[in-house]
């Protein structure tokens, strides 16, 4: 007899990835399966690191040889078996950081088919020739304005940028935009030698002599004689002069420190591109029209305008009615997904991770695929409960369509719409990886042992809290920003506030570019280590007039930034505790009896790492007909370390050992480094105590590696009155992780310091001291504060779309 259940599911057997205890579980296709957990519970490691993993392993066998070397390989899963195991998609959070190149057009690929519509149907001027979709893209030599690179703004140097007080001399510092320390020192000794006069106030000199020093292409090459002082031994030198300029110019166009970066666009003035006017194309691709505008004026329209642009302009030939008519049914996909405020030519670094997730999902919408598996990475996450909603919908219609959803997700209102529940735990690392319920959603009620369950039949309410009182306000004043128009916004001090809205609606450009801009040039600007230079430059914006920032001393942002880019840095380094731990073998006596110091114990150093993998823990395999791919050192097996620094051992373990401890076991056995301990127990504090001290930054979540920046400032000794910005720090978390997360911040605020959080978790929102609403929808519909009060307050506000969602998680509603 034929079981049909069986035939109709996904059947795993023996799966061991990660922390998965040898795991079986029965999961139906055609179905809306949500797989719920702690953080680092093991859903990942099933859904994504077994059950996706091994759909790619067997796909890339079908594929020749010679391609594979071309696709990024996904490592077969450690399992025993999987039967009843379709085709599978992918659509996972993105970690990375996007290039600002990067457009809601590329990312939809929306605006491939815009070029070809005006390549192959466009309106040319008299002659002209008809050119390629190339051609009107501004990321390509043939599309892109030939004076700003296809950016759209140009970087312009004047004297008064460089040369902020001119009543001081060039030996006080006139000239701001040099370097400091020798390089700086060195251009003044240069133009001594040419004859410059350093100790005249700089408006005294000559404006030919000043525009010869600033703006001089030249780079004449003098013998520099250093002034020398007493017991100072200084050579002469071959020096070479670079003007103000060309050095501020320069390091803009080479330097990869973010902060050399940011210094030197202190000294230059951004401004639309002159030739093209910021539209970043050539006049001859601008020259093409379609429906009366240019490529570049259809894609800054928003896609609701735009789909009603196309509809209007009585496309004629098959070849504008088929593109046309694709455009518009694709764009249709995105507004019923609430994206319809979003332009073509929004950059995708100013898009919120429940913006970008939605554009994707979008995309797969109108693959057409059938009797697909599409395993989703928390397709809520970042998103309103409003915005939820439609993305319900979305959901829905493509297992409709005949596909299987297997859905990651810490939102219970998704949870409860699911076919089918698999809830693994019942805890994070070794104290879960176990299957603990698989079946329908009511069914979980059940099993006590889920730390979800409370959450999911909502038996669990978030603790009533007595609302603190301000202690003083920020006042911004004309904010003037994307869709912010002359906002007047006021943020509490002393106090837990939430900033809540609809996506789109300018709580990012709110908090976490407004008020953070603003009080950081207060403080002073703080170096961020994980700012990309590829990120967008900050446009001319106009100036906000802010009150009330004398009360604030420091300022702490937290995003969910990667904590590092290679494999090589991790928790241990980033935190810190890596410099103790490797003081403590150096420390023992061994070490000592064979001349190890701290550096012995680093991987990153040539006397203690392995010398054929050079501490990286793995190889590189090259095979001729065969993908390339990575395999455990054959010398080290994975331990980074050379032999003779692994024959050193403290405790009976050795450096590699106890990198390989979670956070949880090594606060027990580094017990006798009291800092080390502090660390550890904050890190546990904030959820994180199942990761591995060693686990590489590569691996971490954008969740975990805000919880890392988090733990790693609740360890320092605090100083002053700080404001923490956080954006969103809920997302990827599960209810039960929420509540740690949680319990830390209000604990700043009662140490006396001041949180703001953009968040959509109902929960947080009900028991923050003060709400910020902003909306009421989102682009141009949004932009503006409906509702600022006490979370109370905000419920009753009929023009509130977050009150609804509001009222019904506040104490006795």
């Known amino acids: 007899m034929i079981d049909e259940r069986a035939d109709s599911s996904v059947r795993v057997r023996g799966a061991r990835e990660h922390n998965l205890r040898n795991v079986d579980v029965d999961v139906p296709r055609d179905a809306l399966v949500v797989f719920t ?15 996706y993993a091994e759909a790619q392993r067997r796909y890339f066998e079908s594929v020749a040889p010679y391609a594979r070397r071309l696709i990024q390989q996904v ?25 600002s190149r990067s457009t809601v057009g590329t990312v939809t690929t929306l605006s491939n088919s815009l070029r070809m519509l005006l390549s192959r149907a466009g309106s040319y001027p ?7 979709s190339d051609a009107f893209s501004p990321n390509t030599a043939a599309g892109a304005c030939p004076e700003c690179s296809g950016l759209g703004r140009v970087h312009v140097v004047t004297e008064d940028t460089l040369v902020p007080d001119p009543s001081l001399s060039i030996r006080d510092g006139a000239i701001a935009a040099w370097p400091g320390a020798w390089y700086g020192k060195s251009l003044r000794d240069i133009l001594v030698e040419l004859g410059h006069d350093v100790d005249r106030p700089w408006r005294d000199m000559p404006q030919a002599e000043r525009d010869w020093i600033l703006f001089t292409d030249e780079q004449p090459e003098v013998t520099v004689h250093p002034v020398r002082g007493v017991d100072q031994v200084q050579r002469d030198y071959q020096g070479r002069y670079t003007g103000a300029r060309a050095y501020v110019l320069h390091t803009l166009a080479n330097t990869k420190s973010p902060t050399m970066r940011q210094r030197a666009l202190r000294f230059v003035r951004t401004s639309p591109c002159p030739v093209c006017g910021g539209r970043r194309l050539r006049p001859e691709s601008l020259a093409v029209t379609f429906a009366g505008r240019d ?9 609701t305008a735009l789909a009603e642009t196309l509809r209007a302009s009585g496309a004629e030939g098959e070849v504008a009615v088929r593109i046309t008519t694709d455009l518009v049914a694709r764009i249709e996909v995105l507004t019923r997904l609430g994206l319809g405020y979003l332009s073509l030519d929004r950059t995708t670094p100013t898009l919120s991770p429940g913006e970008l997730q939605r554009l994707r999902i979008a995309t797969q ?83 006590e042992e889920s730390v979800t369950r409370p959450h999911l039949f909502d038996t669990e309410r978030p603790a009533v809290r007595t609302r603190r009182e301000p202690t003083g306000w920020i006042r911004l004043l004309g904010v003037d920003r ?56 900050d446009d001319a914006v106009a100036p906000v007039r802010a009150e009330g920032l004398d009360a604030v001393d420091r300022l702490v942002r937290v995003d969910q930034k990667p904590i590092g880019r290679t494999p090589r840095s991790n928790l241990a380094t980033y935190t810190g505790l890596f410099d103790a731990v490797r003081k403590l073998f150096a420390a023992t006596d061994e070490a000592r009896a064979r001349g190890y110091g701290a550096g012995r114990f680093s991987f990153n ?116 009155h700080t404001l923490y910005l956080l954006d969103e720090p809920t997302t990827g978390l599960h209810p039960a992780d929420v509540a740690l997360l949680m319990r830390q911040l209000h604990q700043l605020v009662d140490a006396g310091n001041t949180v703001v959080v ?47 969602y509001l009222a019904g998680r506040l104490p006795g509603r």
């Open 126 to 132: 008299p002659g002209a020739e008809r050119l390629d």
């Open 605 to 720: 150093v040539a006397e203690g790492r392995c010398p054929t993998c050079q501490g990286e823990g793995v190889v590189a395999v090259e095979l001729l007909f065969l993908p390339g791919t990575s395999a455990p050192c054959p010398t080290c097996h994975g331990a980074r370390y050379n032999a003779e620094t692994l024959e050193v051992t403290h405790r009976g373990r050795n450096i590699a050992e106890v990198l390989d401890l979670t956070v949880e076991a090594a606060t027990g056995f580094l017990a006798d480094l009291p800092s080390v301990v502090m660390s550890l127990r904050t890190l546990q504090e904030v959820g994180l105590g199942y990761l591995r001290l060693g686990q590489p930054a590569t691996e971490l979540s954008g969740g975990e590696a805000q919880r890392v920046k988090l733990a790693s400032e609740l360890q320092r000794a605090r100083r002053g």
């Open 75 to 99: 490592g077969a899963p450690v399992v025993d078996e999987i039967t009843g195991l379709p085709p599978a998609v992918a659509l996972q959070q993105s970690r990375g950081v996007p290039s």
């Open 758 to 804: 953009v968040e959509h978790d109902m929960d947080v929102v009900a028991g923050a001291d003060r709400v910020l609403d902003l909306g009421p929808g989102a682009g141009d519909a949004g932009g503006r504060i409906v509702v600022a009060g006490t979370p109370e307050q905000v419920a009753e506000a009929p023009e509130s779309r977050t009150a609804g």
């Open 37 to 51: 957990g702690v953080s680092g519970s093991g859903k990942s490691s099933l859904a994504f690191g077994t059950i």
């Open 482 to 537: 994307h869709n912010l128009r002359g906002v007047d916004a006021d943020f509490p001090l002393g106090v837990f506030t939430a900033v809540t809205g609809v996506s789109g609606s300018g709580k990012s450009t709110l908090v976490s570019q407004v008020l953070a801009d603003v009080v950081a040039q207060h403080v002073g600007p703080q170096p961020d280590p994980e700012s990309d230079d590829d990120a967008p430059d």
């Open 365 to 447: 919408l109108r693959s057409g695929l059938f009797g697909v598996v599409y395993v989703l990475d928390e397709p809520s996450a970042g998103l309103h409960p409003a915005d939820a909603e439609p993305l319900l919908d979305v959901l829905d219609a493509l297992v409709a369509a005949g596909n299987s959803l297997f859905v990651i997700e810490h939102d219970m209102a998704l949870a409860r719409r699911a076919d089918w529940i698999v809830d693994v735990g019942p805890l994070a690392g070794e104290r879960g990886g176990r299957v603990l319920y698989s079946g329908p959603v009511a069914g979980l009620a059940e099993v």
């Open 295 to 303: 490529v570049a004026e259809l894609a800054a329209q928003p896609l």
